[in-house]
């Protein structure tokens, strides 16, 4: 079935300035990373004698300045002592001359993304199972858990945590759904397509709405789920006595999905087609 791009097929992509860093190649493992973080103003390193940007990647790095960094990772923006404590990324503040090692990176990083990690019954194994974890996902290679970790592995670890168990914001949640619609509504006509699959996609998309805030695109969103449902009730059961019924729901959604969201006036239309040719 042909795709109708509408309006409602809107994705906005904001970069922020570049940053450089002189000392870090694009062949340095934590480069992509870095420069992620620099847009995000979380990791920016520093400026040397010479006047250039650097990340230092090799350098190691304080167990205090590594909760400052995870602090800012989660989405505080200017963390002191005390806001470590609250955040429970450390139980007491410790002292600026503690280097980090990996283990104690690898555990921090698994307590601020909650990873459901069994605790150890030996209290001098705490590192084991998060250890593993990170491992299994191709965060730690050979790197022993308790040398010293360097600026570079705090870094390339942090992103890939982040993008395996960080929670996506609510512009993210809303793009898939979208997404989803879309596939839903071309689904529809598509004979392949069996009732039980399209039904667990719609009810994915109904359930995944509920994790984002109300405003006025999740709820233009969460209307057209509803109106799906009545329209893919009308597919897999095409009785002409609930045409009527069916149409009253159908059109009361498509009409609150416009009011919450005029620029989706065409998909509203578009589905209002497939429904009155079921």
Known sequence: MKKILTAFCFF?????????????TPQDPAFECAANLAERDIFVGRIDESG??????????????????????????????KKLLEMEIFVEIPESKVLLNHATWIKMLSNAFELPVEEAEDPSSWFVAPFVIAQSV???????????????????TACK????????NANEIM?????????IRDNL???????????KLIWQNILLAEEVPENSRINSIKSF???LLQIFAARRDPNPAQKKERQKRVDFFLKKAVDFLP????????????????
Do not use: C, W
């Not at 793009?175 to 596939?183: G, P, Q, R, V, Y």
């Open 12 to 24: 906005a992509i904001a970069h922020a300035a570049e940053i450089n860093f002189s000392d870090m």
């Open 52 to 81: 250039k940007r650097v990340a230092e990647p090799g350098n190691v790095i304080s167990k205090l300045n590594s909760g400052f960094f995870l602090a800012k990772l989660l989405g505080e923006k200017n963390p002191d002592k």
């Open 138 to 156: 191709g965060a730690v290679a050979d790197e022993k858990p308790f040398d010293i970790a360097s600026r570079r592995f705090m870094l390339s």
């Open 161 to 168: 945590y982040e993008n395996l168990f960080g929670k996506k």
């Open 175 to 183: 793009d898939t759904l979208e997404i989803n619609l879309m596939k």
């Open 189 to 199: 006509t598509d004979a392949q397509i069996s009732n039980t699959a399209l039904e």
């Open 225 to 227: 789920n509803t109106a």
């Open 263 to 278: 620029e989706t006036q065409p998909f509203a239309e578009n589905l209002q087609k497939i429904f009155d040719g079921l």
